[in-house]
């Protein structure tokens, strides 16, 4: 059954030889100078665009970097190697590779005023919260782009993988947040890449082991196997749990802007012509900005109307439409 099943998804006619894929995925092997000398060419020229499409938050520019960045080969030469349970240059390749990306967005990040609100950019927020989803896509890209490697006939689809897969842009937006001395919000970049890297690897790991890439003399040594396996589904594991409790964060403090907002409403009804413009909590702070044509009714109303509704001590702020900040207290206080 197992036969049959790796028939459907990978006909033999249609399979890429174990001395291919090593051709691809070795930098170590064959005309390896070459190779070396492409990877981290290109490597630094993603790395380049990447930073450029971040601190202009173009998302166009950073697709085109992620389009041409080469870190899915060495990741995907990691799950080959374990596969094989043989030594690699593979994690060698995507440790150094992070680091030289890390660096350049640290320096880049040099042209940024120290005021800078790095929240503001739509292509550094978007990477510093990762949640469960990225790694459920993660991994659905992982298994597309090892079976695409596989197969002959939809290497066609390997761009788009690369589009899919996030290696690059988190990096430099480490390495951004870092020179900005924003560590939490790095960490939440780091968190993303390395979670995007843990599912790449593992769903490499399944596919090419399924499709029985391993070697004839290596498949008795299933102790090294799960050995593998499982510092692997352990690492996964761990990434996993931060991504749940992130993901939980991010929606208890949608349902608290919700009913924030909805209490600013009823705040501001006596108010004609007053309407509540965004509401946002950074830095455990809950930031409240209005429009109204004339005095702000009493702070401690607002107050009032939001406990309850939030946390009790969480400090609030009311921005008015003149960029006025009123510090209205700590709801509870």
């Known amino acids: 059954m197992l036969n049959s099943l790796r028939e459907r998804v990978l006909p033999d006619h249609q399979r890429r030889t174990l001395e291919e894929l090593e051709g691809d995925l070795d930098l170590s092997a064959g005309d390896s100078r070459a190779k070396q000398s492409a990877f981290w060419s290109m490597l ?52 150094a590779g992070g680091l030289l990306v890390v660096a350049l967005g640290a320096l880049f990040s040099l042209v940024l005023p120290a005021s800078y609100d790095l929240l503001s950019n739509s292509q550094i927020s978007s990477r510093t919260s990762p949640g469960l989803m990225d790694l459920v896509a993660a991994l659905a890209t992982g298994f597309a782009g090892a079976l695409a490697l596989s197969r002959r006939d939809v290497a066609a689809v390997l761009p788009g993988v690369a589009i899919a897969i996030s290696l690059v842009p988190p ?39 399924g499709l029985g890439y391993a070697t004839a003399d290596r498949r008795q040594e299933t102790g090294a196997a799960r050995r593998t396996y499982l510092a692997l589904v352990l690492l996964f594991g761990a990434v996993g749990v931060l991504l749940v409790a992130n993901t939980a964060a991010t929606v208890l403090v949608q349902l608290w802007t919700t009913r924030a907002t909805n209490s600013a409403d009823e705040w501001l009804a006596a108010s004609p012509g007053a309407s509540v413009v965004n509401v946002s909590a950074q830095s455990r702070t809950l930031y409240i900005q209005v429009r109204t044509p004339g005095d702000l009714p009493p702070v401690e109303a607002l107050l ?19 960029g006025r900040q009123v510090q209205a207290g700590r709801v509870g206080g």
């Not at 939440?188 to 090419?208: E, R």
């Open 44 to 95: 630094l020229l993603s790395s380049v665009i990447a930073a450029g499409g971040v601190l202009t938050d173009s998302t166009a520019t950073v697709i085109g970097a992620m389009i041409i960045a080469p870190l899915s080969t060495p990741i995907m030469g990691i799950a080959l190697g374990a596969v094989q349970r043989r030594r690699t240059t593979a994690a060698f390749f995507v440790a």
């Open 171 to 209: 990096l430099v937006v480490t390495g951004v947040c870092l020179g900005q001395t924003a560590w939490w919000l790095a960490l939440g970049s780091f968190v993303l890449f390395v979670s995007n890297l843990l599912a790449m690897a593992f769903a490499g790991m399944v596919v090419f082991g």
């Open 304 to 322: 009032a109307d939001l406990k309850g509704q939030i946390p009790d001590g969480v400090p609030v702020v009311v921005v008015t439409n003149e």
